[in-house]
């Protein structure tokens, strides 16, 4: 949801390793529009990069946080917001 109707993502996610120990820091970059279909004028983009560290809690597990900044455009407006995101990666094989 924004503003007065929900956005739906079209989303690019990269990410760069800066090593492959025990601790991982990272540095990344999301980004894409915000399509409303019911007024596809009303499009936002949106960047969000970041940096952050994955801990490799186990051979297939690993821990990460990141902090950023989300920047949004769109009808001549910007808002920007301090990003944090907790994930968990879990690898099959």
């Known amino acids: 949801m924004h503003g007065d109707g929900n956005l739906y993502p079209l989303y690019l996610d990269a990410r760069y390793s800066l090593s492959a120990q025990e601790f991982v820091p990272f540095i990344a970059a999301a980004g894409g529009l915000a399509l409303k279909f019911s007024d596809i004028g009303n499009t936002w983009m949106f ?16 821990i990460s946080l990141s902090a950023g900044l ?6 001549l407006n910007r808002n920007s917001y301090a990003s944090f995101k907790l994930g968990l990666e879990l690898k099959s094989k």
């Open 70 to 75: 989300m920047t949004m455009s769109g009808e």
């Open 47 to 62: 960047l969000n990069p970041s940096i952050g560290i994955k801990w490799v809690a186990a051979n297939k597990l690993g």
